[in-house]
């Protein structure tokens, strides 16, 4: 069954600290690995997409690292900032489908 | 930048009743989908629609459901007889393209049944 879990599911950090969400998954076959964030009340926003191929994509502060072989992803956000509160999701996407797959997501709050 | 709105923000309506939800994708996309969100779980694929059809549904997606774009700029989807389950928040989304095109996602719609 094609699964997308993260951990952890909630993480508190002061600002300006970095930190680090996981993301493992068991979709095949596998096209492509997409982190957004969504703030409470509003829709999902995409921060990176990664296919296969790649093993690293950063957008500013955020950084997303890939392993296809063990099928696993993170997000690293460098220097937290109170804006960065909010639940970010890793969605997987499969070859031939238009379904995306979202795991649960992790909700971060960064305190001042 | 341009962004998908959705209206209502809110929709209450009683159980057994019809409901339309309505979206604006971004003008240039060409693909158009809707998703949902039951409070407190993952997001969901319903449909996804392009060339004026149906290119996708989930299980989910059932005879209850359906969707049109009867102009060129909107996109709706309908509750025919609306269930207490249907409860969710509604997400509508568009892309430019498929496979590695971003889905940029509207602020939802929030179905209450009751």
């Known amino acids: 069954k094609n699964q997308v879990e993260q951990s952890p599911q909630s993480l508190i950090i002061l600002e300006g600290k970095n930190c680090t969400l996981q993301c493992n998954y068991t979709v095949s076959p596998f096209s492509n690995l997409r982190w957004y964030k969504q703030d409470t009340g509003r829709g999902p926003v995409s921060l990176t997409i990664m296919t296969f191929s790649e093993n690293t994509k950063s957008n500013g502060r955020y950084t997303a690292t890939l392993d296809a072989d063990t099928k696993q992803s993170s997000l690293h956000i460098t220097a937290s900032q109170l804006s960065d509160s909010a639940s970010y999701i890793c969605v997987v996407s499969t070859y031939n489908t238009d379904k995306l797959i979202f795991g649960t997501g992790t909700r971060l709050q960064v305190f001042p | 930048e341009p962004e998908v709105t959705q209206t209502p923000s809110h929709q209450v309506t009683q159980m057994g009743q019809e409901v339309i939800l309505r979206c604006v994708p971004i003008?240039?996309?060409?693909?158009f989908y809707w998703y949902r969100q039951i409070l407190g779980q993952k997001v969901e694929f319903l449909v996804s629609?392009?060339?004026?059809?149906?290119?996708?549904k989930s299980e989910i997606f059932d005879d209850q459901f359906s969707v049109e774009r009867p102009d060129g700029s909107n996109f709706t989807l309908k509750i025919r007889s609306t269930k207490l389950e249907d409860s969710a928040m509604y997400f509508c989304a568009s892309s430019e393209n498929r496979g590695e095109s971003p889905l940029h996602f509207g602020n939802g719609t929030r179905l209450t049944v009751t």
């Open positions: 629609f392009y060339n004026n059809e149906i290119s996708e």
């Open positions: 003008s240039n996309h060409l693909y």
